[in-house]
């Protein structure tokens, strides 16, 4: 008889959690999206190890994670932030796939640039979704909760062919670049705000999260006083709080809010976001409307 | 008519001056296929925000044509959700209200509300049908921790607060209702659009 074959973490690091490509279509309930927030990093660590895009990866944060194979080999790939890999305390690849027997541990070590690695497993971590995903999401608390040591991750048994080379990924940012595609609500700020932007230098704040990237800088002066009544927030939306910094709204963000969006970052921009350090120099490129 | 605002590359925030009536009208029309590819639809206090959208300038240009009608609106499922009327706030409220903490209860629980929106937490929502000389201010300190159930109300607003958490409305009492389940379908109690009755027990 064979056991299915699991994960059990050694060492969580500062912050692990499970994560897909989120939820879709239950905004309306108050649920926000959730789901890796370098998507394109943890779409590549799925290919190699030869899964589908969605399928269930950890996402680390800064310090890396540890995690010991149990029931059976596991077929690993990690990806993202660069780190140095290791099987049972011996150098191994980055960016391919590394075969883990079962009772070998895996260390993906601390970050030495960016800020988020991705260990994908073949056949996906298999806890059980909820509302038709598997990610923690960190703001509505739904999902499985971030990793503790002694967690036992069941590892699914779907896959197809690993990918044999990496696609090459974007390297985490020495300065953060937003492209910013005005409105809704750019019209609550003073004249010419919105097009001075790139004037303005920001650095990312050390409390952005996996809800939003907040950043130090210039505040941002409002021409309309009061208060703007709650309204629908996308990925990738600005928003300006009273304390005139800008936050950008990353995957767990509120899927309604109070505060005037000045504008909305493109997508392809918010994979170097999730990368991007706290001090990291942020300069915001304005888009025509 | 319907005020268009794009918000970035496949967001359209939407303003009428019904919001209810503008939110069933896109379910309606997303399901006979004429948006075409909508990822969310998520109506608010004024606006219904429409995002993944697939052709973002032929939606726009559709909807701006609209005229919406609170006729269009039509009548969601009703949930009565027992209530145990001893909240921390239930007096302060009478207060505000000018009335007995018996009439505040009598008051409360003779309207018919309508869940305009959900947000702050999965499955919380914002239900409308207060009369203006209802609404009272939010606490000036909010609780750090609200417990699961309780009924209360804010602004122009009532809700119930489906699981413990940090929260400034003014507490009326409690529901053993289970707001929010997300291994139940669907998983929240109140959706948009749904109609809630408050039924006083002992």
Known sequence: MSTAAALVVVRPGPLTTVQDLGRVGVAHLGVPRAGALDPPAHRAANRLVGNAAGAATLETTLGGITVRAEGGPVLAAVTGAPCAVRLDGRPAAWGR??????GSALEVGPAEAGVRAYLAVRGGIAVPPVLGSRSADLLAGLGPAPLRAGDRLPVGAEHGAPA??????????????????PGPRADWFAPDTFALLPRHRYRVAAASNRIALRTEGPALTRAVPGELESEGMVLGAVQVPPDGRPVLFLADHPTTGGYPVIGVVPAADLPAAAQARPGTPVRFSPLRA | MVTVRRVGEAGLLLEAADPAALYRRLLAERATGALGEVAEIVPAARTVLLDGVADPGRV???????????????????????????????????????????????????????????????????????????????????????PAGSVAVAGPYTGVYPRSSPGGWQLLGRTPAVLWDADRDPAALLAPGTRVRFVEVA
């Open chain 1, 164 to 181: 044999a080379e990496l696609a090459p990924l974007a390297a985490p940012p020495a300065e953060l670049v937003l492209r910013l595609r």
């Open chain 1, 97 to 102: 796939a590394v075969l883990v027997p079962a």
């Open chain 2, 60 to 146: 726009a240009r559709l909807v701006a044509a609209w005229t919406v009608t609170a006729a269009a609106l039509a009548d969601g499922p009703l949930v009565e959700l027992p209530v145990v009327y001893d909240g921390a706030d239930l007096a302060e409220v009478a207060g505000h209200w000018g009335v007995s903490v018996a009439r505040a209860v009598e008051l409360h629980s003779g309207i018919e509300y309508r869940v305009a929106f959900c947000g702050f937490l999965p499955g919380f929502g914002y239900l409308t049908g207060l009369p203006e000389q209802l609404h009272v201010p939010r606490r000036a300190t909010p609780r750090p921790a609200v």
